[in-house]
């Protein structure tokens, strides 16, 4: 069970949109749809802001969007504010009752 | 609101048993809908799916780590529990509790994290 394959960081501007990738194999992003998406600000915990790839909970800014094709699944933050630095984590299903997660991404509003 | 609290012992040797409980409020364990289970975050970031504890005590671990790990429920506490046996400094962690729903397949409730650090 390896670990997801994510940037190390992605950078915008404030307004911008920027895109993150997760890259997974036949053994997890491929084959389910159950990949979610959570934000963690420093000193505290991981938020879920995707689900099933593509479905935001409740509360979760529209400026959020996800996708998946293939083996990678992509997270989209559209009109990048402030509050939106933050390190992000993919987490696929992986069958068998098991998860993996992505190494993370730490976003930088310039 | 649901919320959930890790507690356990901050320090612990190398080669020795690490333990963790994890107390449920606003909500029960007992529920049909829920998995229950532990994430840690090392001190390099990564976040790793350690396991979870169903409501009928069947679990589901890390392959990486199962050889060590024991999870169980205390239903008449609302907590579940955490044992990962002969730790290294390998296991020092934030360790975090966390609820899955059953048919939505994220991690929609966690514990604020205990820190673990294993050392002599």
């Known amino acids: 069970q390896s670990a997801l394959t994510q940037p190390a960081s992605v950078s915008g501007s404030p307004g911008q949109s920027i895109t993150i990738s997760c890259t997974g194999t036949?053994?997890?992003?491929?084959?389910?749809?159950?990949v979610s998406w959570y934000q963690q600000h420093p000193g505290k915990a991981p938020k879920v802001i995707i689900y099933d790839a593509r479905k935001r909970p409740s509360g979760i800014s529209n400026r959020f969007s996800g996708s998946k094709s293939g083996n990678t699944a992509s997270l989209t933050i559209s009109r990048l504010q402030a509050e939106d630095e933050a390190d992000y984590y993919c987490?696929?299903?992986?069958?068998?009752?098991?998860?993996?997660f992505g190494g993370g991404t730490k976003v930088t509003v310039l | 609101q649901l919320q959930l609290q890790e507690s356990g012992p901050g320090l612990v040797k190398p080669s020795e048993t690490l333990s963790l409980t994890c107390t449920v409020s606003g909500g029960s364990i007992s529920s049909s809908s829920y998995y229950w289970g532990w994430i840690r975050q090392r001190l390099g970031k990564r976040l790793e799916w350690i396991g979870y504890i169903y409501y009928s005590g069947s679990t589901y671990y890390n392959p990486s780590l199962k050889s060590r790990l024991t999870m169980s429920l205390d239903t008449s506490k609302n907590q579940f529990s955490l044992r990962v046996r002969s730790v290294t400094a390998a296991d020092t962690a934030v360790y975090y509790c966390?609820?899955?729903?059953?048919?939505?397949?994220?991690?929609?409730?966690w514990g604020q994290g205990a820190l673990v650090t294993v050392s002599s």
């Open positions: 966390a609820r899955s729903d059953l048919y939505e397949y994220y991690f929609d409730y």
């Open positions: 987490c696929s299903y992986a069958g068998s009752g098991t998860w993996v």
């Open positions: 036949s053994s997890d992003i491929q084959t389910y749809n159950h």
